[in-house]
T-cell receptor, first 115, second 110 residues
Framework: DAGVIQSPRHEVTEMGQEVTLRCKPI?????LFWYRQTMMRGLELLIY????????DSGMPEDRFSAKMPNASFSTLKIQPSEPRDSAVYFC?????????????FGPGTRLTVL | GIQVEQSPPDLILQEGANSTLRCNFS?????LQWFHQNPWGQLINLFY???GTKQNGRLSATTVATERYSLLYISSSQTTDSGVYFC????????????FGQGTELSVKP
């Protein structure tokens, strides 16, 4: 079975440019999560969706960040405009079943560098 | 909010040695997961273990929910075990989020 798929795996961009990260959750999973990992802050949850609906976006750092889930098999995280402090590894994760405490599975991550 | 503390923060082993990693949490939890982040950055699920003991090859884990800790045992370590090990807990009391510890960085020398 394919796991969580993320693209691109690496992204290098210049400050001020728009960045779009993509995620395909595990088929049949109904919850999707976006995380960011930095040395300073560790792994932090940005936003999560249940059944394509955003439930909690309190971790989104500011208005420059936005996330969408137009259907059950695709989500995007967009940063516009990007800044050097956005450089990090961005992970997408998915979870199946009805219980919120079920196991989460992570994608390989997108390493973003903003120059 | 709930605090998740992992120890030790760093660990260096010779190949073949055994080790125990610890995860303490400050409140009751509904779920606990152990992950291995390999040197390529991938987060690999090791155990989903809200309570009890599980084993998978050379790895095993025990969670004692009533005492708010979990242990990850690595036996006969190999160089491929190197990386960072994360403990993450889920609690409805914390807004339904998976809260990660800061990790234990393990280096296994040949």
């Amino acid at each position: 079975d394919a796991g969580v798929i993320q693209s691109p795996r690496h992204e290098v961009t210049e400050m001020g440019q728009e960045v779009t990260l993509r995620c395909k959750p595990i088929s049949g999973h109904n919850s999707l999560f976006w995380y960011r990992q930095t040395m300073m802050r560790g792994l932090e949850l940005l936003i999560y969706f249940n059944n394509n609906v955003p439930i909690d976006d309190s971790g989104m750092p500011e208005d420059r960040f936005s996330a969408k889930m137009p259907n059950a098999s695709f989500s995007t995280l967009k940063i516009q405009p990007s800044e050097p402090r956005d450089s990090a590894v961005y992970f997408c994760a998915s979870r199946g079943g009805l219980a919120a405490y079920n196991e989460q599975f992570f994608g390989p991550g997108t390493r973003l560098t903003v120059l | 909010g709930i605090q998740v503390e992992q120890s030790p923060p760093d660990l260096i082993l010779q190949e073949g040695a055994n080790s125990t990693l610890r995860c303490n949490f400050s409140d009751s939890v509904n779920n606990l997961q152990w992950f291995h982040q390999n040197p390529w950055g991938q987060l690999i699920n090791l155990f989903y273990i809200p309570s009890g003991t599980k084993q998978n090859g050379r790895l095993s884990a025990t969670t004692v929910a009533t005492e708010r800790y979990s242990l990850l045992y690595i036996s006969s370590s190999q160089t491929t075990d190197s990386g960072v090990y994360f403990c993450a807990v889920f609690s409805y009391n914390q807004g339904g989020k998976l809260i990660f510890g800061q990790g234990t960085e393990l280096s296994v020398k040949p």
